[in-house]
């Protein structure tokens, strides 16, 4: 069960040393620590495995608040995150440049968690297969990439899809794409169980409840297959 952390803009190299040094995942589990670009070093000193929460295409150039993936690899960084929906949301993220960022941290020897969900307007309207056909359909068929099913309408807002949805969705991707898939959106210690259960699920992106060590050892745990 892989169960990565996406910390998202919260904890500094200090935060991050901290919680890290007070954290141990139980054994059986691949955690992986997605901090802010600033705290990398801190995590990877740490000796967990961490992975970027996003990466340019490029290997260098005049791109201004970028990082590219040799940096992130120079760094001793293991993956990245790639089109999480706030990146879409905010910063104009697509399914193109989504794809341009996996392709590039592929070549560049990383793994990627490349991300992909309905919002509820396209749930709602029946659109939800089509949208994932859409966003996987453009990413690059590798060994080192996983997916994450995020629907939009669950990142944050507390609202969990429900055991059915979950597992439909994942064997949907699963007939696209032949990958791991995460499920992401409001994993907390008391539906982690249930959701990390599913025979399509092969564990978890977890963005606010990752923040906290008690919660993410109790997601962690819940993981385990018993
Ligand atoms: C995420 O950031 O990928 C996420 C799923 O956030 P949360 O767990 O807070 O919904």
Request: net charge negative; hydrophobic share 40%.
């Amino acid at each position: 069960m892989m169960i990565a952390a996406n910390w998202k803009m919260y904890k500094g190299p200090r935060e991050t040393r901290e919680f890290l040094g007070r954290f141990t995942p139980p054994d059986g589990v691949d955690l992986i620590i997605c901090p802010a670009y600033t705290s990398l070093h801190a995590a990877v000193e740490s000796g967990r495995a961490v992975y970027a929460q996003n990466v340019h295409w490029a290997d260098e150039g005049a791109y201004t608040g970028e990082v590219s993936a040799g940096m992130l690899v120079e760094l001793g960084v293991q993956g990245s995150i790639v089109g999480h929906s706030e990146r879409r949301q905010y910063f104009g993220d697509t399914d193109e440049t989504t794809a341009k960022r996996a392709e590039a941290a592929l070549g560049a020897g990383l793994r990627v968690i490349a991300c992909v969900g309905e919002t509820e307007q396209e749930r709602e309207a029946g659109e939800t297969e089509e949208v994932l056909r859409r966003q996987v359909a453009v990413l690059p068929r590798h060994e080192r990439l996983v997916i994450a099913y995020e629907p939009v309408w669950a990142i944050g807002t507390g609202k969990t899809a429900t055991t059915g949805l979950c597992q439909d969705a994942h064997a949907f991707i699963k007939s696209l794409l032949h990958v791991p898939v995460l499920y992401g959106g409001s994993v907390k210690p008391d539906n982690a169980a249930e959701l990390m259960a599913l025979p399509a699920v092969d564990g978890a992106l977890v963005g606010g409840a990752s923040l906290d060590v008690d919660s993410l050892t109790a997601i962690c745990r819940a993981a385990i297959p018993s």
